[in-house]
């Protein structure tokens, strides 16, 4: 079954910004159907929501709101997380993962596919 890649995660000092995209692998599919959502897991800590794009809206964490912005790259077949304003607490694996399935969207139990998953570091 196709999955998700991500990338563009890195290390960047606080107040920086980074652009993390997410894309089909394997057979291709068509993200715009899908519902898409980031998620990161901080060191030590359980994976939590940050964004999530559908048809008809963008919903974010209020950790998040207003630094971060989610957008489709329909061109590209992709979703762009957008991330300014970084802060050290923002550290950790960011994933993606897509449902055609209407559901509780912040829930990681709503999503069957996933990605593997790509590092963010913001140093103080």
């Known amino acids: 079954q196709a999955q998700l890649v991500e990338s563009g995660g890195g290390v960047v000092q606080a107040g920086g910004s980074l652009r993390l995209a997410c894309a089909t692998s394997g057979r291709s599919f068509n993200l715009g159907n899908y519902i898409v959502t980031w998620f990161r897991q901080p060191p030590g800590k359980e994976r939590e929501f940050v964004s999530t794009?559908?048809?008809?809206?963008?919903d974010y964490a209020e950790s998040v709101k207003g630094r971060f912005t989610i957008s489709r790259d329909y061109a590209e077949n992709a979703v762009i997380l957008q991330m300014d304003s970084l802060k050290p607490e923002d550290t950790a694996i960011y994933y993606c993962?897509?449902?055609?399935?209407?559901?509780?969207?912040?829930?990681?139990?709503?999503?069957?596919?996933w990605g593997q998953g790509t590092q963010v570091t913001v140093s103080p």
């Open positions: 993962a897509c449902t055609d399935q209407m559901g509780d969207f912040r829930s990681v139990k709503s999503y069957g596919r």
């Open positions: 794009i559908s048809r008809t809206l963008t």
